[in-house]
């Protein structure tokens, strides 16, 4: 019981360091929230997602769609948007 309470007081230990750091670096500057409704926030984010799912990974639209992006759009609000449609990028000339 000793050894297990002395790991879980390094773990809040290196918390507080960590956040103590991050509070020393922290700039002052007031917060402001993104401009836009919550919806357009939540498609943008997944149509970020789903590009660079698609195009940069090389995932199938339909398994990306699927798999990623719950962190951006969770399943309620990209069911407002309907199924994304991704265009083949444009080839350079």
């Given at each position: 019981m000793a050894l297990m309470t002395g790991s879980v007081w390094g773990q809040t230990s290196q918390v507080q360091a960590t956040v103590a750091r991050a509070k020393a670096l922290e700039l002052d500057t007031p917060?402001?929230?993104?401009?836009?409704?919550?919806?357009?926030?939540?498609?943008?984010?997944?149509?970020?997602?789903?590009?660079?799912?698609?195009?940069?990974?090389?995932?199938?639209?339909?398994?990306?769609?699927?798999?990623?992006?719950?962190?951006?759009?969770?399943?309620?609000?990209?069911?407002?948007?309907g199924v994304p449609k991704l265009h083949p990028a444009v080839p350079s000339a």
């Open positions: 917060y402001v929230p993104p401009s836009g409704e919550t919806i357009e926030q939540y498609a943008s984010g997944f149509a970020k997602i789903m590009c660079s799912a698609v195009f940069v990974t090389g995932l199938d639209s339909a398994f990306a769609a699927e798999s990623v992006g719950y962190f951006t759009a969770p399943y309620a609000e990209r069911a407002k948007r």
